[in-house]
């Protein structure tokens, strides 16, 4: 029976739900936790040597699993103490999409099924992923005992997709993270991300459901708190491998905001690409031709910088002046007493391991020269080291040149890419947008929409026909199902 | 009309012979007087590449329909008949030396075209000929003759519809002499001996890079306008540092003439670079020659793609290979394990205990030990996961030392872990599980076993060097690390010493294939601050002294050669025009926002660097116009000055 039921909820009837049922809202999770808790007990009696609670008993220095599931814990937790909202209805709309892309995948392929249900045996990196599932499981259980009422018919529906979306899920061994972003109001959204999505691709669906205009500009900001530096995530990053290098207590927070810099570069190029001290204009044309000679190339020329900055010396509170170069091959400083030729430079550090962030307030932090500052560190590293490299200048666009050099440095043509792909979105946004004032609906649920309309034309068809046509419909949207569903229910009715 | 005698010296008949003298008149054409030539000699042979050379004008007669009067020939000219296609000897970038007959007659530019198509090298355009240095003769040198490979067999027709076969030029498909010659074109050279390298000039400065570029022959001219003779060496060279459309499986000898210039750039101190983009550079050539040795089957395996079939079938493996992260799981799930006793030693606790042996176990991507190994059944004492964490090797093989040193990221910063390996074999297991584990691959990977085989082979070049000292002889395992850097490099560390440096940087590379490490090799190169700067000493137009002028692919600098700093960048994007006044030997430019620059040329011709200038813009046409016939007017137009056009 399960089978039958392809099913996705997309924004619009989401949207319709929550209308009508806002204030059974309360119910309906008591509905939830009751086929949650069934959920996870049946997963628990099938593997029991795997269940989330026995998880996790070595010392281990750095377990990924375990972070993603303090991770998730903790975001649920915070928001419920801090007795916010947990926006539950988005996260379901997440789960039941991810079902339906799911249930895509799993029916093209015979052997990728196969291989999804060998992988469930054993072995480290299933157990993991496993344990991820449950965790979610778990999470909902949680928020759902705050919030806790009596079970109620209209609910079970949407229970039910959840638990097959979830089941979706642990078959195709995909790690998620249920996520908090914070937004500029103060204001926070609760979403959940698989471990494939790159930034831009969570970007893009917080920008959907937001509604708040599209805009190269919208980043993803990693701030951490202990450290008082912060970092825009890179469009084409990974989201959960760089949100599984924070701790358990992690004070770190993900923003949503617009920030000009993330693309002043390209905006601008003459501002970062020429190696100048004075900001200028450029004709449009004359900054595309400059954009297409660094990156349209083989091979993306670092752009020369160089000049006097202040070093925070290790474990001390003092600063010092050096000269420092950027080439591609990492950070140099040029030794007292010789000339700037490069077989003298002293390598500082090389880019692979490290990321540059924005160091706030540290004139009164680490008695820095100005606010200007830099940060080289190890993702990983959380904590006050000597690992991490401080870094100041003299003004904010020396600052601004360095941090934008040293991402092209480590990044080369892949930002340029970004960028470009970037304002695609944006421009396509504003296409859309002509069309219509309302959300954009996903592509699927839009292009099955005719068939379903067909289906309802068929209505004085045979049996047979309307088997065909069900079977057909499988990987049609939750619109075009649940209207099938009760076109045949009400058929049923008048027989 | 009157007649008078013409007399035309027959270049195959031997000097000695004495001029051959025809009655002509003015009005007669140049092939008339050709014709009649060719009776008179009463020699039956093909003409077809001869021509008449007027040795006063230093100017080849090539319009047949021209008539003597219109080119103004009077009965005091002294003309020679002669082919246009003469040998040459030609010095390539990998320093081999080829005598092959070029064109004479047609502008160099041409003549460069021909040759490149005779070796099979994509976008001539990049390329051009220069006077070679003058070699300092020594009498023990003499002795010493340098092999030249013969190519001057090869018929003109055939270079002029080239045809792959077995993936080389047809021409060099037909013995296997000429086939033992294009793998010497298109396979690297072995890493020169260090005595090679020392003994070779090495500009000093600024002015000494710049003088090399006084040595670039006329693109618009001809040879023999040059002072070109027969036999005469020149070398062949990469010239225009914007190289169009790399594609690996065309360019097989493009690629490797390409290396070859810019590995003795990097190992002459041509371009400058930092120790640590030195000791990368030395980890890649060491790399290429390694895996050049091993895959000597790079030519067929490249006309095997030409092969449709095979081509598809390699597209398959592709298509397999990207959507099998189904198989990969499975790899992964019966994933091989390293279990041993290995002993650990932590630099940063302020402990006094030295190492300590623990049973290790590897699996997936960390590291776990144990008490004994009796014990490894249960919880670990620790547990350390490697993703993204940094290794780094401490061998001795004279001290039986087997150290791996681990940086291991965590939120409270790096923790570092020494690994203490009892052999060699141990050594290369568990190195090679940490090197791939830092990537974030277990010891399933594909790569796991070759990663053992590098580590293996950078081991045997240690002992070697650390062995019997002095044989530079470069078998395929030992090579001596001094020829894979500069000589600045040899006075300040031992070969000995220099061996763990490359093998650092090794690592990063030891897993790319040939095409793969070249290309890097490239990359790198092109990345150097100074590279694709040709300099030429100029003096500025009410300046006093002399300055350097820098001619990049895409920008022009002035470099003060007191401080030795860039004062001033010009782009070409913003350049509105350029003249070059030849009676006073003058350079002026026009840039946008009325800036005006004008300078002489002191160390090179102006054509020179008017040629330099004009040729980078006409690089920069070649993405707009996607075609693949090269605009030969354009670039005329472009670099020619008025004497072209």
Same mark, same amino acid.
């Given at each position: 029976i399960i089978n039958n039921h392809y099913e996705e909820i997309d924004a619009p009837s989401a949207e319709e739900d929550s209308d009508k049922e806002d204030q059974d809202l309360d119910k309906m999770f008591g509905a939830w936790l009751g086929e949650l808790d069934k959920l996870t007990q049946s997963l628990d009696d099938g593997r029991p040597e795997q269940s989330p609670q026995q998880k996790a008993p070595l010392r281990q220095e750095t377990n990924m699993a375990n972070f993603s599931y303090r991770f998730s814990i903790y975001n649920i937790n915070e928001a419920l103490n801090q007795g916010e909202n947990v926006d539950l209805d988005a996260l379901m709309a997440d789960l039941c999409s991810i079902e339906q892309e799911l249930s895509t995948i799993n029916t093209k392929p015979n052997s990728a099924g196969g291989m999804a249900r060998l992988g469930l045996t054993d072995t480290k990196v299933h157990t993991h992923t496993h344990a991820c599932t449950q965790i979610s499981v778990y999470n909902f259980c949680c928020c759902c005992h705050c919030v806790c009422v009596q079970e109620e018919q209209a609910a079970k529906l949407k229970a039910e997709n959840i638990r097959v979306a979830l089941e979706k899920i642990k078959e195709a061994q995909v790690k998620k993270l249920v996520i908090r972003v914070h937004l500029s109001d103060e204001s926070s959204k609760t979403m959940m991300v698989d471990e494939r999505q790159t930034v831009r691709q969570v970007l893009d669906s917080l920008l959907e459901?937001?509604?708040?205009?599209?805009?190269?500009?919208?980043?993803?900001?990693?701030?951490?708190?202990?450290?008082?530096?912060?970092?825009?995530?890179?469009?084409?990053?990974?989201?959960?491998?760089?949100?599984?290098?924070?701790?358990?207590?992690?004070?770190?927070?993900?923003?949503?905001?617009?920030?000009?810099?993330?693309?002043?570069?390209?905006?601008?190029?003459?501002?970062?690409?020429?190696?100048?001290?004075?900001?200028?204009?450029?004709?449009?044309?004359?900054?595309?031709?400059?954009?297409?000679?660094?990156?349209?190339?083989?091979?993306?020329?670092?752009?020369?910088?160089?000049?006097?900055?202040?070093?925070?010396?290790?474990?001390?509170?003092?600063?010092?002046?050096?000269?420092?170069?950027?080439?591609?091959?990492?950070?140099?400083?040029?030794?007292?007493?010789?000339?700037?030729?490069?077989?003298?430079?002293?390598?500082?550090?090389?880019?692979?391991?490290?990321?540059?962030?924005?160091?706030?307030?540290?004139?009164?932090?680490?008695?820095?020269?100005?606010?200007?500052?830099?940060?080289?560190?190890?993702?990983?590293?959380?904590?006050?080291?000597?690992?991490?490299?401080?870094?100041?200048?003299?003004?904010?666009?020396?600052?601004?040149?360095?941090?934008?050099?040293?991402?092209?440095?480590?990044?080369?043509?892949?930002?340029?890419?970004?960028?470009?792909?970037?304002?695609?979105?944006?421009?396509?946004?504003?296409?859309?947008?002509?069309?219509? =004032?309302? &959300?954009?609906? %996903?592509?699927?649920? #839009?292009?099955?929409?005719?068939? $379903? /309309? +067909?289906?309802? !034309? *068929?209505? =004085?068809? &045979?049996?047979? %026909?309307?088997?065909? #046509?069900?079977?057909?419909?499988? $990987? /049609? +949207?939750?619109? !075009? *199902?649940?209207?099938?569903?009760?076109?045949?229910?009400?058929?049923?009715?008048?027989? | 009309m009157a007649a008078w005698d013409l007399s035309v010296t027959v270049e195959d008949l031997g000097p000695d012979t004495p001029p051959v003298t025809l009655s002509v008149?003015?009005?007669?054409?140049?092939?008339?007087?050709?014709?009649?030539?060719?009776?008179?000699?009463?020699?039956?042979?093909?003409?077809?590449?001869?021509?008449?050379?007027?040795?006063?004008?230093?100017?080849?007669?090539?319009?047949?329909?021209?008539?003597?009067?219109?080119?103004?020939?009077?009965?005091d000219a002294r003309l020679v008949f002669m082919p246009q296609h003469k040998p040459l000897k030609l010095g390539l970038p990998n320093g081999i030396?080829?005598?092959?007959?070029?064109?004479?007659?047609?502008?160099?530019?041409?003549?460069?075209?021909?040759?490149?198509?005779?070796?099979?090298?994509?976008?001539?355009?990049?390329?051009?000929?220069?006077?070679?240095?003058?070699?300092?003769?020594?009498?023990?040198?003499?002795?010493?003759?340098?092999?030249?490979?013969?190519?001057?067999?090869?018929?003109?027709?055939?270079?002029?519809?080239?045809?792959?076969?077995?993936?080389?030029?047809?021409?060099?498909?037909?013995?296997?002499?000429?086939?033992?010659?294009?793998?010497?074109?298109?396979?690297?050279?072995?890493?020169?001996?260090?005595?090679?390298?020392?003994?070779?000039?090495?500009?000093?400065?600024?002015?000494?890079?710049?003088?090399?570029?006084?040595?670039?022959?006329?693109?618009?001219?001809?040879?023999?306008?040059?002072?070109?003779?027969?036999?005469?060496?020149?070398?062949?060279?990469?010239?225009?540092?914007?190289?169009?459309?790399?594609?690996?499986?065309?360019?097989?000898?493009?690629?490797?003439?390409?290396?070859?210039q810019a590995r003795w750039a990097i190992l002459l101190e041509d371009i400058d670079c930092t120790e640590e983009e030195m000791m990368l550079f030395g980890a890649l050539q060491y790399h290429i020659s390694k895996v050049s040795q091993s895959e000597p089957q790079l030519l067929s395996s490249s006309a095997a793609m030409d092969d449709l079939e095979s081509a598809l079938q390699s597209l398959e493996v592709k298509m397999e290979g990207e959507s099998s992260s189904a198989s990969e799981m499975l790899?992964?799930?019966?994933?091989?394990?390293?279990?041993?006793?290995?002993?650990?030693?932590?630099?940063?606790?302020?402990?006094?205990?030295?190492?300590?042996?623990?049973?290790?176990?590897?699996?997936?991507?960390?590291?776990?030990?144990?008490?004994?190994?009796?014990?490894?059944?249960?919880?670990?004492?620790?547990?350390?996961?490697?993703?993204?964490?940094?290794?780094?090797?401490?061998?001795?093989?004279?001290?039986?030392?087997?150290?791996?040193?681990?940086?291991?990221?965590?939120?409270?910063?790096?923790?570092?872990?020494?690994?203490?390996?009892?052999?060699?074999?141990?050594?290369?297991?568990?190195?090679?599980?940490?090197?791939?584990?830092?990537?974030?691959?277990?010891?399933?990977?594909?790569?796991?076993?070759?990663?053992?085989?590098?580590?293996?082979?950078?081991?045997?070049?240690?002992?070697?060097?650390?062995?019997?000292?002095?044989?530079?002889?470069?078998?395929?395992?030992?090579?001596?690390?001094?020829?894979?850097?500069?000589?600045?490099?040899?006075?300040?560390y031992k070969a000995k010493q220099l061996t763990p440096r490359i093998l650092d940087a090794y690592q990063n590379v030891a897993q790319f294939s040939l095409t793969e490490a070249v290309m890097r090799f490239l990359q790198i190169w092109q990345a150097l601050p100074d590279f694709g700067l040709s300099y030429v000493v100029v003096r500025f137009k009410g300046s006093r002294k002399d300055e350097v002028l820098g001619i990049a692919p895409n920008r022009l600098i002035r470099i003060d050669l007191g401080v030795g700093d860039v004062v001033k960048t010009w782009r070409y994007n913003n350049m509105k025009q350029w003249n070059v006044n030849w009676d006073i030997k003058q350079m002026a430019i026009e840039f946008e926002g009325n800036v005006n620059i004008a300078f002489s040329c002191v160390t090179a011709d102006c054509k020179i660097v008017h040629e330099f200038i004009g040729g980078y813009i006409f690089m920069s046409t070649r993405s707009r116009e996607k075609s693949d016939t090269l605009n030969e007017e354009l670039f005329h137009k472009l670099t020619g000055g008025h004497e072209a056009l």
């Open positions: 459901k937001s509604h708040c205009g599209y805009s190269p500009d919208w980043s993803l900001v990693e701030t951490i708190n202990e450290l008082q530096m912060e970092r825009i995530f890179e469009d084409h990053e990974n989201l959960v491998e760089n949100l599984l290098n924070w701790t358990r207590d992690s004070q770190n927070r993900l923003m949503f905001t617009e920030r000009i810099e993330k693309y002043a570069l390209f905006k601008n190029p003459q501002n970062y690409l020429l190696g100048r001290k004075e900001t200028c204009e450029m004709a449009e044309r004359n900054k595309e031709a400059l954009l297409e000679e660094c990156f349209g190339g083989s091979s993306v020329s670092v752009p020369e910088m160089e000049g006097v900055l202040w070093l925070k010396e290790d474990g001390k509170k003092s600063w010092k002046k050096r000269y420092f170069l950027l080439r591609a091959s990492g950070i140099y400083y040029v030794p007292k007493g010789k000339a700037k030729a490069s077989r003298d430079l002293v390598c500082f550090l090389q880019l692979d391991h490290v990321n540059v962030y924005h160091g706030q307030d540290y004139k009164s932090k680490y008695k820095a020269p100005t606010d200007y500052c830099m940060v080289l560190k190890h993702p990983q590293i959380q904590k006050k080291s000597q690992y991490i490299k401080y870094l100041c200048c003299d003004d904010v666009r020396t600052l601004q040149q360095w941090i934008n050099s040293i991402r092209i440095a480590k990044y080369g043509k892949q930002l340029y890419i970004n960028f470009q792909e970037a304002m695609r979105r944006t421009e396509a946004a504003y296409d859309w947008s002509s069309l219509s =004032s309302s &959300s954009i609906k %996903s592509g699927s649920s #839009s292009s099955s929409l005719p068939e $379903s /309309q +067909s289906n309802h !034309s *068929s209505q =004085s068809d &045979s049996g047979v %026909s309307e088997m065909t #046509s069900a079977g057909h419909t499988r $990987s /049609q +949207s939750v619109v !075009s *199902s649940i209207f099938s569903d009760a076109w045949r229910r009400g058929t049923q009715g008048e027989v | 008149t003015s009005d007669l054409h140049v092939g008339g007087v050709i014709l009649k030539l060719v009776e008179k000699t009463q020699i039956k042979r093909d003409w077809s590449d001869h021509a008449l050379w007027w040795e006063q004008k230093q100017r080849w007669l090539l319009r047949t329909a021209w008539t003597l009067e219109k080119y103004g020939i009077h009965a030396t080829l005598r092959l007959r070029a064109c004479f007659s047609n502008p160099v530019f041409q003549t460069v075209i021909g040759i490149c198509r005779m070796l099979n090298i994509r976008h001539p355009e990049e390329l051009s000929l220069l006077r070679p240095l003058e070699e300092k003769k020594k009498k023990k040198d003499k002795d010493s003759t340098v092999e030249i490979y013969d190519l001057t067999e090869v018929p003109l027709s055939s270079v002029s519809r080239p045809c792959l076969y077995n993936g080389m030029p047809a021409h060099f498909a037909d013995s296997p002499q000429m086939e033992a010659i294009y793998k010497m074109l298109s396979v690297t050279q072995p890493p020169p001996a260090p005595e090679v390298i020392a003994k070779q000039y090495r500009p000093a400065s600024v002015v000494d890079k710049a003088h090399i570029n006084g040595r670039w022959l006329d693109s618009s001219r001809c040879l023999m306008q040059q002072g070109i003779q027969e036999n005469d060496k020149l070398w062949l060279r990469f010239k225009y540092f914007a190289f169009y459309d790399i594609e690996p499986k065309y360019d097989v000898v493009r690629l490797t003439q390409l290396y070859e790899e992964n799930m019966t994933a091989p394990e390293l279990n041993d006793y290995l002993k650990i030693f932590r630099p940063k606790r302020l402990t006094l205990k030295g190492y300590k042996q623990y049973w290790f176990k590897f699996q997936d991507t960390s590291i776990s030990y144990f008490k004994s190994k009796e014990e490894s059944i249960g919880e670990p004492i620790q547990q350390i996961n490697l993703k993204g964490c940094e290794v780094a090797p401490d061998v001795n093989m004279a001290a039986q030392k087997f150290l791996i040193r681990l940086l291991i990221p965590a939120p409270e910063g790096m923790n570092e872990v020494y690994l203490r390996c009892e052999n060699e074999q141990q050594y290369a297991q568990w190195m090679a599980a940490c090197r791939l584990a830092s990537k974030g691959k277990s010891l399933a990977d594909s790569s796991y076993q070759s990663e053992i085989q590098s580590i293996h082979s950078f081991l045997a070049m240690q002992k070697t060097n650390s062995g019997s000292h002095g044989n530079a002889a470069a078998s395929d395992e030992s090579i001596n690390t001094h020829s894979l850097v500069s000589p600045r490099y040899h006075k300040k």
